[in-house]
């Protein structure tokens, strides 16, 4: 069921998913420090509740976000405090990409429509991105001539090389969702009145998978990005003898052994 709005971002939780929705449509779900904050807060009370074991990212109305709060900057701007509220802003946006990034469940971005900016590194911070086909990525932060942050010169260059990266930095930025699919910064593109309903069964078949190992395959893809081979060898022979101590790869190897689908969840 809903909770509570808290700055312009809400949860819902239902059958072991949890769904975040950026809840701000009359301005395409900008991001400011306090909707930040809101995010940040609900992204940690998911990771640490047992009956949440996978979670949806969407945005309300026809959006997923537009990046950071344009009309805020300037505000800002006019007070004269604006390094301070980018201070803020930048260190909110790494912390819940963060929040992200390390959340022990899967997260699955559910794009409406633009994600622009901050907007589109939370998406590529996800696990799994579904659009439709008015999904756009944009980078947004040469028009303003400012600095891509969120991870974004981590995200871009690791999932499309350098080259890559520069086509999209030093260029247009933009990609459609068709352009996206194929790069696979989407992982589906679905009709518009699907979106909710394909993310909801993709949640729904991860939550029913090995969410455990679902975390450790995060935290080891991650890590690949700045370790030897010899270093990542090594890592996926920890983690995998530490998954012999917990339920699921036992629960896999009877399952297999018994011709039966494995029981993941609890």
Partial sequence: MPTGDRQHVRVERSSGIATIT???????????PEELRGLRALLQAMAQESTVRALILTGAGAAFSAGGDVAAMAESLERGDLQSMFHDLVGEQERCVREIVEMPKPVVAALPGVAAGGGFSLALACDWRIGTPKTVL?????????IPDGGLTYFLPHYLGIGGAQELLFGEGRLDASRARDLSL???????????????ARAEQLARGPVGAYAGIKRLLVSSFGNSLE?????????????TRGSELPEGIRAFREKRLPRFGP
């Fill in 22 to 32: 950026l809840d701000r449509p009359e301005r395409r779900n900008a991001l400011g």
């Fill in 186 to 200: 989407l992982h589906e593109v679905v009709p518009e009145g699907e979106l909710l309903e394909r993310a909801r």
């Fill in 231 to 243: 270093t990542q060898l090594a890592l996926e022979r920890r983690a995998m003898v530490e998954a």
């Fill in 138 to 146: 944009v980078t947004a932060f040469t028009a303003l001539g400012g």
